[in-house]
Structures are given as structure tokens and as C-alpha cells.
């Protein structure tokens, strides 16, 4: 998996965060984990941890927020929710192909 996060690294100095960059490293870390869900042959458990875990991407990626001007809040918050949904969405569909039962 990509490190989207490394990306930013040079801007967590200045306190704020292109919001354009942020949102682009969201959508492109919800392409690739589509790809590494539908491909993948690890169980439902170890897919869950790589995308929601503590160390995941997205978990990273989430604690840029703070670093967001308040004025682009909204618009990457709603662009986050959207990104989790639609992963948690995948993982129902590949625990259900599994024979897992999400709770």
C-alpha cells in the first residue's frame, strides 16, 4: 500500500494543509484500497486492520483534519465519511463472500 501520508509530512510544519491535497490523497487511498480488497486473499480481519487499524493510511490521513482551515472543514470532512463508508461498505461485501458475519 501506498504511504499517502509521507506526502504531507512538509506541511504538518506550517499548520494548514492544501485541502486539494488532502481530499486528492483521500479519493486516490480509496481507489487503491477497492483494488486491494477485491484483490486481496487475506481475511476479513487483516483487511480491516490495514484500512481502520491505528497505523492505517486512513487513520493517518484523519489527523490532518486539525491541520484543515476551517473554511475546507466541511467540504474534507464530507469527503472523509465518504471514503470510510464506501471502504466499510467493501468490507461488508468481501466478509459476506467470506461467509463472515459483520457484526
Not at 504538518?12 to 484500497?33: C, H, R
Not at 477497492?34 to 481475511?43: G, K, M, N
Amino acid at each position: 500500500m501506498k504511504q499517502y501520508n509521507k506526502s504531507m509530512s512538509d506541511t504538518n510544519e506550517n499548520k494548514t494543509i492544501p485541502t486539494d491535497q488532502l481530499v486528492s490523497l483521500l479519493l486516490a487511498l480509496k481507489e487503491d484500497a477497492q483494488h486491494q480488497i477485491d484483490e486481496s486473499d487475506a481475511s476479513y480481519e487483516e483487511i480491516r486492520q490495514l484500512f481502520f487499524g491505528k497505523e492505517s493510511e486512513l487513520t493517518h490521513l484523519t489527523q490532518f483534519m486539525r491541520f484543515v482551515p476551517k473554511e475546507d472543514k466541511q467540504r474534507v470532512g464530507i469527503v472523509l465519511n465518504q471514503v470510510k463508508q464506501s471502504l466499510e461498505a467493501l468490507l461488508s461485501k468481501k466478509a459476506k463472500e467470506s461467509g463472515i458475519v459483520n457484526e
